[in-house]
């Protein structure tokens, strides 16, 4: 066999062990997967050290943990499997979009537009396996951690790709019955006089935005219950616990049905969260990845 063959054959063995020792959380329990023993497992994650002359495992008797470096090269592993699987699997069947894909969207957003989306997705697709997680959670994408994140709000400087997907606009809501034993406010002020539901991922005292007269004011609330997402908001509200600010798309049903009201519109500052698909992109983007985001786009849009 010709000798670049065999060191790329290697390396591509080395980085599946590597990713198996990291997956399972010991050389044992890796070794078991690949059919190989612990000491061989060991021995290549060794080789891999002295290759790059760092360490890239923290290991005592009982725990394994990943240095920075290692975290680094798990990402890079897991990316350069995924491509390798999806050759294969293209070659093999001829192009079509295959293989897993791995999906992060937040827990309301995710449930309420995005899984609706996803059988018409499956029968377009039949061989991609959708690994879908809900979670307000921010994952690492660029660690591998994901293949595709739907992003809300301002996104930070990385080297991923981003693809807009559409946007939301806030709205304050309450349910009829709540407005009847209650009152309804006809001034921003007049939240001081009720039970304002809000989100508990800031730290910061709440702050819900107003414009009045052309001009921006803010306005702290207090209430009774706080929640990591829209969706048990606006359930709070129609029920009647109280009023909550919470994005257009999480209510849209309850607001068509009646048994949530929009309140303080001429008060509403317009402010809109966009959203977005990140993903790694770049020439090597597998092929599910990019039929995903583009069925995404034009779904949400």
Known sequence: MDAKVRIGEDRARALEIFAAVVAQGSFSAAGRGLGLTPSAVSR?????????????????????ALTAEGQAYLGAARRILADLDDAERAIADQGAPRGRLRVSASLSHGRLCVVP????????YPHILLDLNLDDALVDVAGGQADVAVRFGPLADSALTARKLGETRRVIVASPDYLARHGTPEFPEDLHDHNCLS??????????????????????????????????LGQLAAAGVGIARVGAF???????????????????????????AVFVGGSNTPARVRVFVNFLAERLR
């Open 44 to 64: 290549a994650v060794d080789r891999i050290e002295a290759r790059l002359g760092v360490r890239l495992l923290l290991r005592t008797t009982r725990t394994l």
């Open 117 to 124: 989306l996803l059988g018409d997705f499956t029968r377009l």
């Open 250 to 276: 999480s209510v849209a049903a309850e607001i068509a049905s009646g048994r949530l009201v929009p309140i303080l519109e001429a008060f509403n500052p317009g402010d809109v969260e966009a959203i977005h």
């Open 199 to 232: 989100f508990n991922f800031r730290r910061a005292e709440p702050i819900w935005p107003f414009r009045r007269d052309g001009r921006d004011i803010v306005l702290s609330v207090r209430g009774s219950i706080e929640a990591n997402n829209g969706e048990t």
